[in-house]
């Protein structure tokens, strides 16, 4: 008798939605114990004075939590449109939640060298959206390309999977100006967390542009045809 291999079907999103959102509260829980750290740092000059002194932790934690909270923003809407995962998919997003879990070393690296080696410092920390820029897409890429999006929501999740293939050359840019400048790399990565802040819009917008374009092109195309007819 032919021995049939029994593959395990893909499964729902529920059970990776939860540990994914897990692993986003340990992250943002890290970034809080560094701030801790202060207390122990503190010296005759007075708490107040302890807490003006270590600004760039504060700002770097901020900046941390926006990092980690958009992240997971775009990860739950990435997930929202997906009906099954398969295993190849598990590894995909556990780079991303590994790079997640990275963050806080980043953002402590940038609260002890901003003012120091501010570019370097930067550079550690953007390179971090990079490797998020890619585990985004990764996601979206694989799972469209592999039919595990909803049927009715394949062409709106086209326009997702763009965004963050263009956030990989986005954030690769803004990098390498780390080495450059210190300025243009931060406007870069606010005008970073604005897009990304709101996805759906950000996606909703590209979609629109691309049914425009397809619908002026079919006008050009029926113009040309009934040209040459006449």
């Known amino acids: 008798m032919e021995h049939k291999e029994n593959k395990p079907e893909a499964k729902e999103t529920t059970r990776i939605d939860a540990f994914s959102d897990g692993v986003f509260g340990i992250a943002i829980t890290l970034l809080v114990l560094e701030l801790i750290q202060i207390l122990h740092s503190q010296t005759n000059d007075g ?3 302890t807490f003006l002194h270590h600004w760039q932790s504060f700002l770097a934690f901020l900046i941390g939590f926006i990092t ?3 992240c997971w923003i775009n990860h739950h809407f990435a997930f929202e449109y997906i009906k099954k995962v398969d295993t190849n998919l598990m590894w995909i997003n556990g780079f991303l939640l590994f790079v997640v879990t990275l963050t806080p070393f980043p953002t402590a690296v940038l609260a002890e060298y901003l003012e120091k080696e501010g570019g370097t410092a930067l550079a550690v920390f953007g390179f971090n959206y990079f490797l998020i820029s890619i585990g985004a897409y990764g996601i979206c890429n694989y799972a469209y390309n592999h039919n595990l999006i909803k049927e009715e929501e394949r062409e709106y999740y086209y326009s ?3 965004i963050y293939r263009y956030a990989i050359f986005y954030t690769l840019i803004a990098f390498l100006l780390c080495f450059v400048s210190i300025v243009v790399p931060i406007i870069l990565y606010t005008i970073l967390f604005a897009a990304f802040a709101s996805p759906v819009k950000f996606a909703s917008g590209l979609n629109k542009i ?4 397809k619908k002026n092109n079919k006008k050009h195309s029926v113009s040309n045809k009934n040209s040459s007819i006449l």
């Open 160 to 162: 997702y999977k763009l």
């Open 47 to 49: 708490l107040l004075n």
């Open 68 to 70: 980690i909270l958009v």
């Open 210 to 213: 691309k049914l425009a374009r």
